[in-house]
């Protein structure tokens, strides 16, 4: 399993859009709670690196 913090955000697709949740594990599992839906994988990508501090490679 990999090694993930205690919360953090992650994009799934829904229908024809894609949604950003926001997980919480605990001892018993995870839950996930919708914060955003965004029309394009790539802006659903770009919340989630917002969100959880990631910094984005910019290729020019």
């Given at each position: 399993?990999?090694?993930l913090p205690e919360e953090y955000?992650?994009?799934r697709p829904h229908g024809r859009n894609w949604v950003v949740y926001r997980?919480?594990?605990d001892a018993t599992g995870s839950t996930g709670t919708k914060v955003g839906q965004f029309l394009t994988k790539e802006e659903a990508?770009?919340?989630v690196?917002?969100?959880n501090g990631w910094k984005q490679n910019i290729k020019k």
């Amino acid at each position: 399993m990999r090694n993930l913090p205690e919360e953090y955000y992650e994009y799934r697709p829904h229908g024809r859009n894609w949604v950003v949740y926001r997980i919480r594990r605990d001892a018993t599992g995870s839950t996930g709670t919708k914060v955003g839906q965004f029309l394009t994988k790539e802006e659903a990508r770009r919340e989630v690196y917002r969100l959880n501090g990631w910094k984005q490679n910019i290729k020019k």
